[in-house]
């Protein structure tokens, strides 16, 4: 099993909610949130099955995507968009990704 990726998978089910909310108030950041958010699990997916330099450069995707997802989480929290309670999971989550793909970059 690939913790990286189980943990992506746990990620996007932890989002439903929250993106399902965010769309009544904000679809650009709603849709960013989904697709970045999909394409953490795709690029570790990818990678797990490319060698060398090829397969680091989708684990780097990977982070630059949830990278993306938590600062866009962090930015409907500002907006008042979305409760702090209902993306708390998701932020450690996100923590603990970064910190697999950094592991899985270096």
């Known amino acids: 099993m690939f913790q990286a990726l189980e943990l992506s998978l746990d990620l996007v089910r932890s ?12 679809r650009s950041l709603s849709e960013q949130i989904r697709r970045r ?5 795709l690029n570790l997916a990818e990678g797990r099955r490319r060698s060398g330099r090829d397969r680091v450069h989708h684990w780097r995707i990977a982070a630059g995507s949830a990278e993306e997802v ?5 930015v409907a929290l500002a907006w008042g968009d979305l409760p702090s309670a209902e993306v708390s999971e ?14 899985l970059t270096q």
């Open 37 to 41: 958010a999909s394409s953490i699990s």
């Open 15 to 26: 989002l439903r909610r929250p993106v399902e909310r965010l769309r009544v108030r904000d």
């Open 90 to 103: 998701a932020l450690q989550l996100l923590d603990r990704l970064l910190a697999i793909t950094w592991r």
């Open 70 to 74: 938590r600062t866009a989480l962090r």
